[in-house]
C-alpha cells in the first residue's frame, strides 16, 4: 500500500513516525507493506538534514502517481488542500485528512466524491485531535438517537482558559504557551474566536443528527473578551469558565452554539482541563456518554489519523451520507440560570432598572463587586427572554453567561 504524505508540521511528522513505527505490526498483522513513497512540502531544503530526506518533494503531481493508493493531507486551510483532496478522490485513490476547515466546508461535495469513486474519505483526527469520536458516532451510536451534544473541542481555549484559572496567567501568554506547545492553528484567531469549534460542532452535528449544517450559521463566541473579571467572578461563584459548542435537537430545529459558559464544578465537563477536550453525548437509549481526552497535539492527533489508515486497511464499508435539511436555532432553548454582568457609571440607576426589567423573575443581585460592576444571577429563564431584557439596558455595557448545571441538575 502506498501512500502519498502531504504536509510535515507537528501532525505530518507525527503520523511518518508513527507509521514507521508500526510498519511491522501491520505486516505481521494485516500481511500488507506500507510503503510512504513521498511527502509533499513546500520548502524542502528544510528537512536536509532528515535520514529520509529522498521522500520530500514540492511537486504536487507526486499526489496523483498511478501507485499511490493513500493520500494523507496533512496542511492546514482550504488551499491548495481543496484541490489536491478532490483530485486525489476523483483519481480514485483513499483520503485521509485531519483538515476540519476543508471537512467543514465541502462535506456533501467531498463525501460524495468519495463514495462516487468506491474509495473512503477519513476525518477522524478533524475532531477531537486523539479522541476517536466520529467513527464511534458513526456507526457504533447509529439508532440511538442522540438528544444533545455538549463539547470542549478546542485545546486551544480550554489551555488558555485553565491557565488564566489556576495559575492566574494573563490570555496573552497562556496564548503563547499554546502556540508553543504546537496546539493552536497556524492563524490562533480560528481557535480563540471560536471558529474552530463551530467547524468541528458542524462536522459532529452533520454525523449525529444527519442535517446539514453550514458552520457559517453557528452562532459563535469566543474567548477574546473574556477578562480577569470573569475569572474572579467565576472562583466567586464556585464555577469555571469553559468554551462550550453545544448541538441540542429541540421542537423547532437544532440548537448550535459556540460559547464561554459557567458550569458548575460537579458537571465531570468542568473537570476537562488544558489542552483535554471532552465530548458529552446524551441519548434515550444510551443516557450519558462522556469522552474525553487529548484534543491537540503531535502524537494524540497523528494517532487518529493512524486509525483512519488502519480502517482503510481493513477495508471498512463506503457509505453514502444523506443529509436532510433543519433549522438552526440561536438561542438555548431551554429555560436555564444566567450570570449577567453589567458596567454601570450610575449603580442606583442600573439596580433600579433591574428591579424592574427583571421583575417577574427569580434573580441574584450583587452589588459590592469590584469596579463598576453589577452581577446578577437569574434562574429558570430561556434565551430569547433575556435577549429581551438587557436591550433596555442601552446605557450600560454587559456581558452575559449560560450556566451550565452540574451532574446533579441542582444549581448552587
Ligand atoms: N487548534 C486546534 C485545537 C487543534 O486547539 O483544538 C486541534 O484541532
Known amino acids: 500500500m502506498n501512500i502519498a504524505l502531504l504536509g510535515y508540521g507537528t501532525v505530518g511528522s507525527g503520523t511518518y513516525e508513527l507509521i514507521m513505527k508500526n510498519k511491522e505490526m501491520i505486516k505481521d498483522k494485516y500481511n500488507i507493506d506500507i510503503n510512504i513513497k513521498s511527502i509533499l512540502v513546500r520548502n524542502k531544503q528544510k528537512y536536509e538534514n532528515l535520514e529520509h530526506y529522498n521522500l520530500f ?9 498511478n501507485d499511490i493508493d493513500v493520500v494523507i493531507s496533512l ?54 485531535g486523539g479522541i476517536p469520536i466520529l467513527r464511534p458516532l458513526n456507526s457504533m451510536l447509529v439508532g440511538n438517537n442522540v438528544d444533545s451534544i455538549y463539547s470542549i473541542i478546542n485545546g486551544t481555549t480550554n489551555f488558555i482558559l485553565s491557565q488564566m484559572y489556576e495559575n492566574n496567567l494573563s490570555y496573552d501568554e497562556a496564548l503563547k504557551i499554546a502556540q508553543d506547545l504546537g496546539f493552536a492553528e497556524s492563524n490562533p484567531s480560528s481557535d480563540v474566536e471560536g471558529l474552530d469549534a463551530s467547524r468541528k460542532l458542524a462536522i459532529l452535528t452533520m454525523l449525529t443528527f444527519n442535517k446539514y449544517i453550514s458552520w457559517k450559521d453557528i452562532k459563535t463566541t469566543g474567548i477574546t473578551n473574556i477578562d480577569a473579571l470573569d475569572i474572579k467572578y467565576a472562583k466567586k461563584l464556585d ?16 440548537y448550535l452554539g459556540v460559547r464561554p459558559v459557567y458550569i458548575e464544578k460537579s458537571n465531570q465537563l468542568s473537570k476537562i482541563d488544558n489542552e483535554y477536550n471532552g465530548i458529552h453525548i446524551k441519548s434515550a437509549l444510551t443516557g450519558d456518554i ?11 492527533t497523528a494517532s487518529s489519523v493512524f486509525s483512519d489508515l488502519i480502517s482503510i486497511i481493513n477495508k471498512s464499508p463506503i457509505n453514502k451520507i444523506n443529509l436532510g435539511e433543519t433549522t438552526i436555532l440561536e438561542n438555548y432553548p431551554d429555560s436555564v440560570n444566567w450570570f449577567i454582568r453589567f458596567n454601570s457609571n450610575n449603580f442606583s440607576k ?16 450583587n452589588t459590592i463587586e469590584f469596579n463598576k460592576e453589577i452581577t446578577v444571577k437569574i434562574y429558570n429563564v430561556k434565551e430569547e427572554f433575556i435577549k429581551k431584557s438587557l436591550k433596555k439596558f442601552e446605557d450600560e455595557s454587559y456581558k452575559y453567561y449560560l450556566i451550565i448545571k452540574g451532574d446533579s441538575d441542582v444549581e448552587n
Do not use: Q
Open 350 to 365: 442600573t439596580t433600579e432598572k433591574i428591579f424592574k426589567v427583571f421583575n417577574s423573575y427569580k434573580f441574584d443581585l
Open 75 to 128: 496542511i492546514g486551510g482550504l488551499n491548495p488542500s481543496y484541490d489536491y483532496v478532490k483530485k486525489a478522490l476523483k483519481n480514485k485513490k483513499h483520503v485521509i485528512t485531519a483538515n476540519k476547515d476543508l471537512i467543514a466546508e465541502y462535506f456533501i461535495e467531498l463525501n460524495n466524491l468519495a463514495y462516487e469513486n468506491n474509495v473512503s474519505l477519513n476525518y477522524e483526527a478533524s475532531v477531537g
Open 57 to 65: 518533494t514540492t511537486d504536487s503531481n507526486v499526489i496523483f502517481d
Open 239 to 254: 464555577k469555571k469558565i469553559k468554551l462550550f459548542a453545544i448541538s441540542k435537537k429541540s421542537e423547532n430545529g437544532i
Open 290 to 300: 462522556l469522552i474525553y481526552g487529548k484534543g491537540a497535539g503531535k502524537f494524540p
